[in-house]
């Protein structure tokens, strides 16, 4: 039976009671030892619902007839965003001799060297959505430079070249974000008629962007559209609708809050483009790590798909039934993960 333990801030090498199983300096790839293992995931922040259903995407994918009685014991850390708590985190992880830690990191070279440590103590390293440079990690994630490239375009092309954009980002250090926002910059560059009139972080959280976007139409009166990452979208056309204003293109991540606005509104004027966030990134590295430490051969690098859609599209894919928060796009069975919303919503 497997057991999942969620522990919030720095661990201590106290907290894991259970008795782990070490794998001392064997390698990865080559593990002779068998299961049932104990998995790890150290997560800088959980501070927006894409971190939070990444986790449950997590616990899903381990509850599966497939996993259920391979793992032992599913531990969760949250780091509060803070590097050098989940370096701790991941430290007492490797004391505890954890089997393997699926990693969605704070910094993308302030976790290296723990991330070394945990490869010279034979325990599988796998890099999800805000990747680490380590070459001891394995990685799964979307191509970030893409992702931002074909929402910009879009926009670039609803505004047939020419306007006054904002620019919602995430969050600030990260991998996804410093890499989106670069595709976004080099879009925006091959266009001069397009001009950015201000950039702020919104943490991919959807309150936090209401916030900034009800003060930014307060500022500005001129906002030709709206380009924003992860559930930012939603909160963006929030502040539209509280401020009586006229809606304008919208670029954001598959939330089904934006699918539900355009549900309602798309009548009314709004025109969203929801690029996937891949949020089963998660439940593909725990994937990663279950096979890694059955001993089977893995790419040290798994590329997702980049999916998007438009309103149309967006309008079929709402789930009235569901939380706004809740991102569409939970499996791929092309890369083998096959989880269904109830699935994911059903984990605590």
């Known amino acids: 039976m497997m057991r999942t333990k969620l522990l919030s801030g720095i661990l201590t090498a106290g907290l894991l009671t259970m008795s782990l199983t070490a794998l001392g300096g064997v390698s990865q790839a080559a593990s002779t030892h068998k299961g049932p293992w104990v998995i790890a995931q150290s997560n800088s922040y959980y501070g927006n619902g894409a971190r939070i259903q990444m986790k449950k995407e997590i616990e899903a994918e381990a509850a599966t007839p497939t996993y259920k ?13 803070n590097v050098s708590a989940q370096v701790a985190a991941i430290d007492n992880m490797i004391a505890e001799h954890v089997n393997a830690i699926l990693v969605d990191a704070a910094s993308p070279t302030g976790l290296n060297n723990v991330i070394a440590q945990a ?5 599988v390293v796998v890099s999800y959505d805000n990747l680490v440079t380590s070459p001891y990690a394995y990685k799964v994630n979307e191509p970030m430079n893409v992702y ?16 006054n954009i904002v620019v919602l980002r995430g969050v ?12 976004v910059q080099k879009v925006v560059k091959a266009h001069p008629g397009i001009h950015i009139l201000n950039v702020s972080y919104a943490n991919w959280d959807e309150a936090t962007a209401q916030s900034i976007m009800q003060n930014l139409l307060s500022t500005y009166h001129n906002i030709d559209g709206v380009y924003t990452e992860g559930g930012e979208a939603y909160g963006v056309i929030q502040a539209y609708l509280h401020a009586h204003r006229k809606f304008v293109p919208v670029v954001g991540s598959d939330t089904n809050g934006t699918a539900l606005m355009a549900r309602k509104y798309a009548k009314q004027g709004l025109k969203v483009f929801q690029v996937s ?4 990134r998660s439940a593909k590295a725990f994937q990663v790590a279950m096979s890694i430490l059955e001993g089977k051969k893995v790419p040290k690098y798994i590329q997702l798909p980049v999916i998007t859609w438009a309103t149309a599209e967006a309008i079929t894919k709402a789930l009235p039934s569901e939380p706004a928060s809740f991102y569409l ?10 989880l269904t919303p109830s699935q994911v919503l059903s984990q605590p």
């Open 119 to 123: 490869h010279q103590h034979g325990i």
């Open 172 to 183: 600030a250090g990260t991998t996804d974000d410093a890499l989106e926002w670069a595709s």
């Open 329 to 338: 796009n939970v499996d791929d069975p092309k890369d083998g993960v096959t």
């Open 148 to 163: 931002g490239a074909d929402g910009i375009k879009w926009l670039v092309a609803q505004l047939h070249g020419k306007g």
């Open 69 to 81: 009685k391979e793992v032992k014991q599913l531990i969760i850390n949250n780091a509060g965003n």
């Open 277 to 280: 966030s891949d949020l089963w």
